[in-house]
């Protein structure tokens, strides 16, 4: 796609549940990554693939927190048992390859979560 | 670990002013690459302009322009001729010369608003 696309744009979630937040990347990025922006913050990362590897996820919060990207396009960002912390802004980014990241990440418009 | 560190929270200027948002860096690598990215309401990140540190020219883009101090660790962007449309949070954010694997560090985002 032209884009990154991110869906859905809004999520509306019962504490407890659980939801699944997907991120489509520009078609032959080879590079993915899930940023978490909570409100008034600036992004922070959570974790990064290569193609379907993930290769860091150093930034998961908890073990709640759980990504994929199995045929090395879409991605999604699976939150288990969500908590009101949770709440967010989470951000995907991709780019043509890992050195070119030097060049700036393409971002998707992101998922606003809130967790009731 | 590398910080980015925007000590003004919120800044409004009249349109067609020119306005300079502050933005401070930590890091111990001697080549890294150096973003100013805008957020609107719509929430996706743009690229506004890019520095790489090797480079001592300060980097312009049409009415963008940094100042890039390295041995200051400092990178301020100077908004000419402001306009409503630059209306937004700004971002500054860093990347290490490898691309890094833990993604971009963002600052907490400065909201600048443009009066009319």
């Known amino acids: 796609g032209a884009g990154v696309s991110q869906s859905p744009r809004y999520k509306v979630a019962k504490r407890g549940q659980d939801v699944a937040l997907r991120c489509d990347p520009i078609?032959?990025?080879?590079?993915l990554f899930w940023y978490q922006q909570a409100l008034g913050q600036g992004p922070e990362f959570l974790t990064y693939?290569?193609?379907?590897?993930?290769?860091?996820k150093s930034g998961l919060p908890s073990d709640r927190f759980f990504a994929e990207r199995p045929e090395g396009s879409v991605s999604t960002l699976k939150i288990q048992r969500t908590q009101q912390e949770d709440s967010a802004v989470y951000l995907c980014a991709s780019s043509l390859g890992f050195r070119q990241a030097n060049y700036g990440y393409t971002f998707g418009s992101g998922t606003r979560l809130t967790v009731v | 670990a590398q910080t980015v560190t925007q000590s003004q929270p919120e800044m409004s200027v009249q349109e067609a002013e020119t306005v300079t948002l502050s933005c401070t860096y930590d890091?111990?690598?001697?080549?890294?690459?150096l973003f100013w990215y805008k957020q609107p309401p719509s929430r996706q990140m743009i690229l506004v302009i890019r520095q790489e540190a090797y480079k001592q020219q300060n980097a312009t883009e049409n009415r963008f322009s940094v100042n890039f101090q390295k041995a200051a660790k400092s990178f301020s962007l100077k908004i000419s001729d402001s306009q409503l449309g630059d209306t937004a949070m700004y971002f500054c954010a860093f990347i290490g010369s490898g691309g890094g694997a833990d993604g971009l560090t963002f600052g907490k985002g400065t909201h600048l608003i443009i009066q009319p």
């Open positions: 693939f290569q193609n379907e590897a993930q290769l860091d």
């Open positions: 078609s032959g990025h080879v590079s």
């Open positions: 890091t111990s690598e001697s080549n890294y690459y």
